[in-house]
T-cell receptor, first 112, second 116 residues
């Protein structure tokens, strides 16, 4: 059974610092890996999706890397801003599209 | 990306009652997914809703408790029946972006239920 772990569980940084969020998974036979952002009490916003054939994906200040062989993905957020404060979740499909196994998330606070 | 609307966005319910959550998508999709997020927890898949057939439920979830309808390719409902305080959660509707063929999943804003 696929297990997804996110470290650290919580992170607090001053504005302007770079953020590094880690995600690990036990079964390397994944189709893709997706990073989400969740604001308190709200739904999920898709940030980046990395296909299994890709090593990294970038969108603005966000960069996600994928190392399937070691079962790891890392989300980098450059020059953090208070608006980046949220919970970040990673997830991988289990046996079909739409059926995702989620990590517990990393709660990020960026202080002004 | 698909635009997904959920109603209600939040509600406070009494123990023993039932509530139906609606999910509307701005494009036709084959499969829709319902997830639950209990307080302080990550997301768990409840069921997959296919148009024209019964929903497929994950282990630990049953149709009598969470009946699902899927009358067409843009709409689905999830009912939470005979609610107890343990059902207090955020319920989220999601769809796969079939157009891109990447398997990317998109979520609605969620329906936050509090059961007293």
């Amino acid at each position: 059974k696929q297990e997804v772990t996110q470290i650290p569980a919580a992170l607090s940084v001053p504005e302007g610092e770079n953020l590094v969020l880690n995600c690990s998974f036990t079964d390397s036979a994944i189709y893709n890996l997706q990073w989400f952002r969740q604001d308190p009490g709200k739904g999920l916003t898709s940030l980046l999706l990395i296909q299994s054939s890709q090593r990294e994906q970038t969108s603005g200040r966000l960069n996600a890397s994928l190392d399937k062989s070691s079962g790891r993905s890392t989300l980098y957020i450059a020059a953090s801003q208070p608006g980046d404060s949220a919970t970040y979740l990673c997830a991988v499909p289990t046996d079909s599209w739409g059926k995702l196994q989620f990590g517990a998330g990393t709660q990020v606070v960026v202080t002004p | 990306s698909a635009v997904i609307s959920q109603k209600p966005s939040r509600d406070i319910c009494q123990r023993g009652t039932s509530l139906t959550i609606q999910c509307q998508v701005d494009s036709q999709v084959t499969m829709m997914f319902w997830y639950r997020q209990q307080p302080g927890q990550s997301l768990t898949l409840i069921a997959t809703a296919n148009q024209g057939s019964e929903a497929t439920y994950e282990s630990g979830f049953v149709i009598d408790k969470f009946p699902i309808s899927r009358p067409n390719l843009t709409f689905s409902t999830l009912t939470v029946s005979n609610m107890s305080p343990e059902d207090s959660s955020i319920y989220l509707c999601s769809v796969v972006d079939q157009g891109r063929g990447t398997g990317e999943l998109f979520f609605g804003e969620g329906s936050r239920l509090t059961v007293l």
